[in-house]
DNA sequence: TCGTGCACTCTTGTCTGACAATCTAAGGAC
DNA sequence: GTCCTTAGATTGTCAGACAAGAGTGCACGA
C-alpha cells in the first residue's frame, strides 16, 4: 500500500470516492486477504478525516469486502470452502430466480450481451483483471435487467465476495475463458428462447463450474504454502 | 414523537440502541409513513450526538426503513403497490429457497414452531403488533435455520420493509389470524415430509395471500383518503 | 522454566464545535 | 400567475479530544 493515494473526484460525495477506490484494491488483489485496515491509517493515507473512512469502512463490511467487529480492526476476509459454498449458493437463489425471470419475457438484456463481448476480448488479450470485471458485470447486468430493485440489492450484497475471491486468486487461476464464454452463451440462449427452466438449469451449470473451478485454486494456493 | 426518550442500555453500542429504538418506532406505525427524521431531531431528542444519529440513519436506510439521498433528509417510505409486489417477489425469492432447502434435510426448525405458537397467542388477545412481531419471527427463523449467513443477510435487507408495511398498515389490517395460522402449518408440514417442491409451494401460496391482504388494505386506505 | 496477571498501547466509539456545500422554501419582481 | 433570487435548514466533512475495549508484552511468582 502506497504511503499517498489521491483520490478521483468524479463521485460527488468524499465518502463514496474513498469507498470506490478501496473497493477497487481489494477487489483486484492489491490490498491482500487477511490485511489489516485501521481507520486512521486509511484516512492519512488519503488525508480525509478518520470520520470519513470509518463511514467508508462501513460500506466495505456491509458487502463483505472487509469484516469488522466492535472495537476490532477491519480485516480484508480470508473465505475457506464452506464460505465459498455459502456464498455461490446464495448467488445461485437470485441469479436464477433472475434468469427464470429473463427467460419469462424472452429478452436478452443488452448489457449482458455487451458484457460477453468484454470477456471475449479480455480473454484474448490475456487480461485477467478486465476478465474479472467483465464477468461480473455479465451477471449483475443479468441481475439488473430483472427491474427488480431489492432483488439487485440483495445480489450486490453478495457479489463483492465474488468479486473479492476471484480477484484475490486471479493470479492462480486457470483461465478457461472459452468455457465460460460457452456457458454464458447457452443462459443466453435459453433466456432468448424463453424457457425458464433451461435458464436456470444453464446458470446452476455455470455456476457449479465456477464454484469448482475456484474451489481447486484455493486448494492449490493452500498447498503451495504447505509445500513451503 | 416525544420530545424525550430514554435507550436501553441493552445493546453494547450507542448506535446500536438508538437504531434498535428507531427501528421498532417505525415498524409498528408510531412515526408514520411520509415522517421527516433530519440528524439534529433524532440527536437531541435521544440527547446523543450527530453523528451518532447519522449512522444510526444510515443503518435505518440501509435496511429500507427509510431513504435517503445525499443533502436531503431521511424520510419513512411509502410503499406504492408496484413496490410491494417488487417486495413479495425478492421475499418470495429468498424464502422460497429456504424452505426447499429445509425440506430437503426434512428438520422443522423450532424457533418457527415457536413463532407458530406465538402467533397463536397473539391472535386470541387481539395483540396486533405481537401477531406481526411473531410472524415476522416466523419467517426469520425458516431463513436462519439454513444456516446460511449470506441468506440470511439477505433476508434482513428485505424483511424490514415488509415490516413496515405491515405494521404501518395495522390498524386497517382485517385480521386473518387462524387463516395465517394454516397456511405456516402447512409449510411446516411440508418441510417435515421432506418435500421441497411441496413447501415451495405452500409457501408461494401464502405469500401471495399475504401480499394480496396488504395490497388490498392499501387499496382501502388510500379510498378513505380520497373519501375526505 | 513456565504460567499468570498487570500495565501499557493501539484502536475504536462517541462527543463537541465548526465550516462549507447543498437543498428547500419563502418572498419579491415581472 | 410564474419565475427568480435569497435566506434558512440540513447534510457532508473536518479537527481535536476523551473514554472504553482489545491486544501485547513484561515482570513477577510458582
Do not use: C, W
Not at 483486484?28 to 486509511?42: A, C, D, S, Y
Request: no cysteine.
Amino acid at each position: 500500500m502506497s504511503t499517498e493515494a489521491r483520490l478521483e473526484l468524479g463521485p460527488s460525495s468524499l465518502t463514496d470516492a474513498l469507498y470506490e477506490s478501496v473497493r477497487k484494491r481489494i477487489v483486484n488483489g492489491e490490498i491482500p486477504q487477511g490485511e489489516k485496515l485501521t481507520e486512521v491509517r486509511l484516512a492519512t493515507e488519503y488525508n480525509v478525516a478518520r470520520p470519513t473512512a470509518k463511514a467508508a469502512l462501513e460500506r466495505l463490511t456491509a458487502l463483505g469486502l472487509l469484516r469488522r467487529t466492535a472495537h476490532k480492526t477491519a480485516v480484508v476476509p480470508v473465505l475457506d470452502q464452506a464460505e465459498i459454498r455459502d456464498l455461490f449458493f446464495s448467488r445461485m437463489t437470485i441469479e436464477k430466480a433472475a434468469v427464470s425471470a429473463l427467460a419469462a419475457t424472452g429478452e436478452v438484456p443488452v448489457d449482458a450481451a455487451r458484457a460477453q463481448v468484454a470477456i471475449e476480448y479480455a480473454a484474448r488479450d490475456r487480461l485477467f483483471e478486465n476478465q474479472v470485471e467483465a464477468d461480473i458485470a455479465f451477471h449483475t447486468a443479468l441481475v439488473a435487467a430483472v427491474g427488480s430493485r431489492r432483488l439487485s440489492r440483495m445480489h450486490e450484497l453478495i457479489i463483492g465476495e465474488v468479486h473479492l475471491t476471484m480477484g484475490q486468486y486471479q493470479a492462480h487461476r486457470k483461465a478457461a475463458p472459452t468455457t465460460v464464454a460457452e456457458e454464458h452463451a447457452a443462459i443466453l440462449k435459453a433466456i432468448e428462447d424463453g424457457n425458464p427452466d433451461a435458464a436456470a438449469d444453464h446458470l446452476a451449470y455455470h455456476l457449479e463450474q465456477a464454484q469448482g473451478r475456484l474451489l481447486t485454486t484455493l486448494q492449490q494456493a493452500s498447498d503451495e504454502v504447505v509445500a513451503q
